[in-house]
T-cell receptor, first 112, second 111 residues
Framework: GIQVEQSPPDLILQEGANSTLRCNFS?????LQWFHQNPWGQLINLFY???GTKQNGRLSATTVATERYSLLYISSSQTTDSGVYFC??????????????FGKGTHLIIQP | DGGITQSPKYLFRKEGQNVTLSCEQN?????MYWYRQDPGQGLRLIYY???????QKGDIAEGYSVSREKKESFPLTVTSAQKNPTAFYLC??????????FGPGTRLTVL
């Protein structure tokens, strides 16, 4: 099955700094998602991005499917950006959607 | 309000008991999924269903069972055969082949 690796595992930054989180995946995918897990455990959808580039406010993401990696950019970090960021990848079989394979996450801490 | 609901939020189980976790969605999504998360780890796929009355095992299906009798509902039973059931369980749904959305989760503790 697909393997997903995220880096770095931990990241500590000062408020206002920019950060780049990386996700490598081992096979062709047709689903690539980035999530932020809040302190209560809820997974918040950030991007659905199997290829290309998207932006949403201070966050943006790029997936280069041919090279099997995705990047999540956070600009002008705020303390509320702290938490765990997950990348997850998936493929389809028989026309349906299989489950996602998750990386182990990047634990981001933004200090005031 | 459209979304995915899971109940209960917290669940305590004695060893040897089966328990059933509820997952309901009103998004008219065809596919539903169950994942397990252990502390400090990513999520792992337990079971998924792409259509009513059909489901497939994920990576860690041993000790779990599911049913999909209605499009809106995908309950997960944690059986006594599951050796280490204490974990955070998350349910998700998606329209075919696109973005998955997650419920708030159920924290299961075995006493």
């Amino acid at each position: 099955g697909i393997q997903v690796e995220q880096s770095p595992p931990d990241l500590i930054l000062q408020e206002g700094a920019n950060s780049t989180l990386r996700c490598n995946f081992s096979d062709s995918v047709n689903n690539l998602q980035w999530f932020h897990q809040n302190p209560w455990g809820q997974l918040i959808n950030l991007f659905y991005i199997p290829s290309g580039t998207k932006q949403n406010g201070r966050l943006s993401a790029t997936t280069v499917a041919t090279e099997r990696y995705s990047l999540l950019y956070i600009s002008s970090s705020q303390t509320t950006d702290s938490g765990v960021y997950f990348c997850a990848a998936g493929a389809s079989s028989g026309g349906g959607a299989d489950g996602l394979t998750f990386g182990k996450g990047t634990h981001l801490i933004i200090q005031p | 309000d459209g979304g995915i609901t899971q109940s209960p939020k917290y669940l305590f189980r004695k060893e040897g008991q089966n328990v059933t976790l509820s997952c309901e969605q009103n998004l008219n999504h065809d596919a539903m999924y169950w994942y397990r998360q252990d502390p400090g780890q990513g999520l792992r796929l337990i079971y998924y269903s792409q259509i009513v009355n059909d489901f497939q095992k994920g990576d860690i299906a041993e000790g779990y069972s599911v049913s999909r009798e209605k499009k809106e509902s995908f309950p997960l039973t944690v059986t006594s055969a599951q050796k280490n059931p204490t974990a955070f369980y998350l349910c998700a749904s998606s329209a075919q082949s696109v973005e998955q959305f997650f419920g708030p989760g159920t924290r299961l503790t075995v006493l």
